[in-house]
């Protein structure tokens, strides 16, 4: 039972990238599956979560506008694309999981960051 992010880089300010966290060993479709960040030196900050059912997707103020979650069943895979990038997104990225299960936390600070995460570097 795995999740996998992947999709990290270095972008300039103002660009964009876009994460994947592929699941394996187990169906994500019946799952909320969310995104957490760690800036060096920072606390750990949750990003965005989306639940089993498309419509509850939740977002960090911090990203809302620029950031859009979705998630392809079919491929076990859930998305997070981030447009218009600043530095203060650099950060390791991290899949994670809900512990409402196919809901998305009421504080998505509780999403539970899974396996190795991939870096992203906005530079200025």
């Known amino acids: 039972v795995q999740l996998q992010a992947s999709g990290g880089g270095l972008v300039q300010a103002g660009g964009s990238l876009r994460l994947s966290c592929a699941g394996s060993?187990?169906?994500?479709?019946?799952?909320?599956i969310g995104w957490t960040r760690q800036a060096p030196g920072k606390e750990r900050e949750a990003v965005s979560c989306?639940?089993?059912?498309?419509?509850?997707?939740v977002y960090a103020d911090s990203v809302k506008g620029r950031f859009t979650i979705s998630r392809d069943d079919a491929k076990n895979t859930v998305y997070l694309q981030m447009n218009d990038m600043q530095v203060e997104d650099t950060a390791v990225y991290y899949c994670?999981?809900?512990?409402?299960?196919?809901?998305?936390?009421?504080?998505?600070?509780?999403?539970?960051?899974w396996g190795q995460g991939t870096l992203v570097t906005v530079s200025s």
């Open positions: 994670a999981t809900s512990p409402e299960g196919s809901w998305c936390p009421k504080a998505l600070n509780d999403l539970n960051p």
């Open positions: 989306i639940g089993s059912s498309v419509l509850n997707k």
């Open positions: 060993g187990f169906s994500l479709e019946y799952y909320a």
